[in-house]
């Protein structure tokens, strides 16, 4: 039996919660997957797993065999990105998850420059503005906007996102600009809807707030499609201010109540804190930080 096989298998049922999405994520069959941690109980002597239709839990011995083989594979793996970091070179599989509105942008804009600079890296970047359970999902890093909610996960503020009031120049024609918040109650507008609701519209101006929030009119929840009805001219909306920037220099989109500020949201980069940060995350960190620091509407 390949200890360390069936370490990382063992392991990633574990993560995962169950035997079919850990052999998606190893990229073996779910057989081998099985085979190894039976191997491995056989060998301990004791039981490992609970197994149920619905499940998989840790036994007692299986949890602290767990924390044990976490930090082996660790050990391993921290031993293996040292020498190829002193060759300066990265690789392997990374699995990184942002919102698709900025995953877009910086696939147009950026991406390509990552992947020059480290081409040992297989880069699977998953867009997605849902929250999503890093461990059981094998994702090694998340670019998140707003508060980190998870006390379990370590984060690096890496930029701050502005946000501009926008509408297209087809629906300005037909609706008229607004000048003030309050005028928006006169206008059609886009909300963005997560797992807390409808999120409000929040202004301010020489120390003065105004909250605002219109329950009716067209909600979305996904960046892209939300990008989209802006520029659609489906009504009045808030979106980061590079992708206004962007649309504007293009003719798309107009911004609007330019003495109104609206409130900018921490940029984090965040990671399991009980794994080592390996060097291709690293590696993706830093270079997401610079591309941000270049951007004045995603600087710190």
């Given amino acids: ?33 099985s085979t190894l941690v039976q ?4 060998e301990l002597g004791t039981r490992l797993l609970h197994r149920s239709t619905r499940r998989v839990t840790l036994t007692a011995d299986g949890a602290a065999y767990y924390e ?28 990184v998850d942002m919102t698709s509105a900025m995953a877009r942008y910086l696939v147009r804009e950026a ?7 480290h081409p040992g890296i297989a880069l699977e970047l998953g867009c997605t503005d849902r929250p999503i359970n890093l461990v059981s999902e094998g994702v090694d890093c ?10 379990a996960m370590a984060a690096r503020r890496i930029g701050s996102m502005r946000f501009l009031t926008c509408a297209a120049p087809s629906y300005l024609a037909a609706h008229g600009t607004p000048t003030h918040p309050q005028a928006l109650h006169g206008h ?10 409808v999120v409000g519209w929040d202004f301010v101006k020489d ?41 504007e ?8 109540l330019a003495d109104w500020q609206v409130e900018s949201l921490p940029v984090h980069a965040v990671y399991p804190s009980n794994r080592h940060l390996s060097t291709k995350v690293q590696a993706f960190v830093e270079w997401v930080a610079e591309v941000f620091e270049a951007m004045p509407a995603m600087r710190r």
């Fill in 142 to 151: 998340v670019i998140r906007v707003g508060a980190i909610q998870d006390s």
């Fill in 111 to 117: 991406v390509p420059e990552f992947l020059r600079r």
């Fill in 1 to 33: 039996m390949d200890k360390l096989k069936a370490f990382a298998a063992f392991v990633k049922v574990v993560d995962t919660g169950g035997f079919t999405r850990a052999s998606e994520a190893l990229g073996m069959p779910k057989a081998t997957v």
């Fill in 207 to 247: 120390g003065e707030r105004l909250a605002l929030k219109f329950d009716c009119g067209l909600a979305l929840n996904d960046s892209n499609v939300y990008e989209d009805a802006c520029v659609a001219g489906l009504g009045v909306g808030q979106l980061p201010a590079f992708l206004v920037e962007w649309h």
């Fill in 68 to 95: 044990r083989c976490v930090q082996v594979l660790d050990d391993v793996r921290e031993a293996d990105e040292s020498v190829s970091s002193r060759q300066g070179a990265p690789s392997g599989r990374l699995r």
């Fill in 39 to 42: 191997d491995l109980e056989a």
């Fill in 188 to 197: 059609r507008w886009i909300n963005y809807f997560d797992g807390s609701g």
């Fill in 249 to 256: 220099r293009a003719g798309r989109l107009v911004p609007l």
